[in-house]
């Protein structure tokens, strides 16, 4: 089966679609059958998106990423740090 990704808008959205039908009685397995996910997908997102509104998820996104760009950079200059320090302790 084809994985899909989706922005965090739209799993916000359908976070709030499936609350609305959960409210009126529905079942999570019938609900997430209707949104075209699994349950463990419902679940993980409605943990990682439960109370966050579409801007907020939006931002948390973009965080997301500008964190992993500065682990990148943090990670090459330690591993500079590391060759110019070997390159210090040989008796030039």
Same mark, same amino acid.
């Given at each position: 089966?084809?994985? =899909?990704?989706?922005?965090? !808008?739209?799993?916000?959205? $359908? *976070?709030?679609?499936? @609350?609305? !039908? *959960?409210?009126?009685?529905?079942?999570?397995?019938?609900?997430?059958?209707? /949104?075209?996910?699994?349950?463990?997908?419902?679940?993980?997102?409605?943990?990682?998106?439960?109370? /966050?509104?579409? @801007?907020? !998820? =939006?931002? *948390?996104?973009?965080?997301?990423?500008?964190?992993?760009?500065?682990?990148?950079?943090?990670?090459?200059?330690?591993? @500079?740090?590391?060759? *110019?320090?070997?390159?210090?302790? $040989?008796?030039?």
């Amino acid at each position: 089966m084809k994985r =899909k990704r989706h922005s965090a !808008a739209q799993v916000v959205t $359908k *976070l709030r679609e499936a @609350d609305k !039908a *959960l409210a009126e009685g529905a079942v999570v397995g019938q609900v997430c059958k209707q /949104l075209g996910i699994s349950e463990h997908t419902y679940y993980r997102w409605r943990k990682q998106y439960g109370s /966050l509104t579409t @801007d907020q !998820a =939006k931002r *948390l996104k973009e965080l997301e990423h500008e964190n992993t760009k500065l682990k990148r950079i943090v990670a090459e200059q330690a591993m @500079d740090n590391d060759a *110019l320090k070997e390159l210090l302790r $040989k008796n030039w």
